[in-house]
């Protein structure tokens, strides 16, 4: 069905029909369907490593462990996050490879303190632009979105056709009680910031303790950081 490295585009029927054949699917069986309509070489997996990462990153690992884990290395982290990190990946085994800006563009945004002043320029250079040319190399783009966490992310489907490529959400209508019992039942580990209150975790310039996605971009109407828009 799929030759490898070569990208694929859909059609809106198309998307349709997988979307009507994944939507009554269990998160654990949309990702081993997967692996029968793509091949892995077409599959880009991305990770903040943030929250409740461990949920998605688990079902990969125990379905297809040799699927490559794209962490995007804005350089903004918290250390708690990069610790969290490197405690699943030993964890599960996974194949973690970071991605990041140019170094005279971080740098620059560092200078800058463009964060402060332009958050929106600040989450391009640093998330959305070093992941634009790795997608143009694969045909679905996997994410843990669930729909519970924002009104934008409310109004998506488990397969969407987003910037050129398939987003693929197979946590999408996962609900937040749902997703924190499996986390319990499964021993999961939780992000250590989660217990000092922070929910929804990004670079450490532009995140405070609050519910859900408030404590993101604080003071600022921003919700999103562009890569899923």
């Known amino acids: 069905m799929s030759v490898e490295n070569s990208k694929r585009t859909f059609s809106p029927t198309s998307i349709a029909e997988l979307n009507q054949k994944y939507r ?13 309509d793509f091949n892995e070489a077409e599959i880009m997996l ?23 884990v794209l962490f995007i290395d804005t350089g ?24 990041g ?10 200078k800058d303190q463009t964060w402060k002043k332009d958050p929106d320029l600040c989450c391009s250079i640093n998330k959305v632009e070093p992941l634009e040319a ?24 488990i397969f969407e056709e987003r910037g050129g490529i398939l987003k693929f959400y197979p946590l999408l209508d996962v609900s937040r009680e749902d997703r924190d019992n499996y986390i319990r039942e499964h021993h999961l580990p939780f992000h250590p910031l989660i ?8 670079c450490e310039h532009c995140t405070v303790p609050g519910e859900d996605r408030n404590g993101r971009w604080n003071n600022n109407p921003k919700t999103e950081c562009g890569l899923h828009l």
């Open 76 to 99: 903004y982290h918290f250390k708690d996050t990069i610790i969290y990190k490197d405690y699943l990946t030993q964890l599960y085994n996974l194949k973690v490879t970071s991605v």
């Open 46 to 68: 991305t990770s903040s490593f943030a929250g409740t990462s461990a949920l998605l990153l688990k079902l990969f690992s125990d379905i297809h462990p040799s699927q490559e």
């Open 101 to 110: 800006a140019e170094k005279w563009k971080h740098d620059f945004t560092t």
């Open 24 to 36: 009554t699917l269990t998160p654990e069986q949309r990702v081993s369907e997967l692996y029968i």
């Open 134 to 157: 790795l997608k143009e190399n694969h045909t679905v783009w996997v994410s843990g979105l669930m729909a519970w966490q924002s009104d934008y992310r409310a109004s998506l489907d």
């Open 195 to 202: 217990s000092k209150g922070y929910f929804s975790i990004g």
